[in-house]
């Protein structure tokens, strides 16, 4: 059975950080591409970050650039999201995607709510 469960989610002061850990089983995680989405309330889904099958490569939204790391460890088959400086519009639930291109595959998490507020 796929699954992806993310983790690490919750309320945090604007300025502070928060690191969200994805935990993916029942396929072989390191062939799959891996990203972060986000969806605040009233708005669309949109990417946050992307990561490479090997972690070699990564691709982040202009909003979160130089503030959020994407990073992966296939040993563990877990994919992270470091979020440092964290902004109110931050604020949304997050979800993990997985992607195997060759396949037509993709999985994705249950999502984990982050909150930026005072």
């Known amino acids: 059975q796929v699954q992806l469960v993310e983790s690490g989610g919750g309320l945090v002061q604007p300025g502070g950080s928060l690191r969200l850990s994805c935990a993916a089983s029942g396929f072989t995680f390191s062939y799959y591409q891996m990203r972060w989405y986000r969806q605040a309330p009233g708005k669309e889904r949109e990417l946050v970050a992307g990561i490479s099958t090997t972690g070699s490569s990564t691709n982040y939204a202009d909003s979160v650039k130089g503030r959020f790391t994407i990073s992966r460890d296939n040993a563990k088959n877990t994919v992270y999201l470091q979020m440092n400086s964290l902004k109110p519009e931050d604020t949304a639930v997050y979800y993990c995607?997985?992607?195997?291109?060759?396949?037509?595959?993709?999985?994705w998490g249950q999502g984990t709510q982050v909150t930026v507020s005072s």
């Open positions: 995607y997985a992607n195997h291109i060759a396949l037509s595959r993709d999985y």
